[in-house]
């Protein structure tokens, strides 16, 4: 159960941050927003459900700009906690 909690927890608490500083604090609009979110959390299906609801493609400019920028962090986080744990 714990287990579940705090994949839970990692799961949502990034998207609860994310949500109101792309809106608030970059005053991106929601579907600029989303696809943003979707691109940092590398979600291609996040994004196939957004641009199946809305013929805009801004959720996909959006996604392809931060798509790289997380993987890349993605990445060097995995190097260094595969060096710090062995």
Do not use: N
Not at 3 to 11: A, D, E, M
């Amino acid at each position: 159960f714990l287990l579940f909690v705090l994949g839970l927890l990692i799961s949502i608490i990034p998207l609860a941050v994310a949500w109101p500083l792309a809106r608030k604090l970059f005053h991106l609009d929601p579907l600029q927003a989303l696809g943003g979110i979707c691109g940092g959390m590398t979600s291609t299906p996040a994004l196939g459900a957004i641009t199946a609801k809305t013929e805009s493609q801004v959720p996909v400019v959006s996604y392809v700009s931060a798509y790289p920028v997380a993987l890349i962090v993605m990445i060097l986080i995995a190097k260094a906690l595969i060096g710090v744990l062995s």
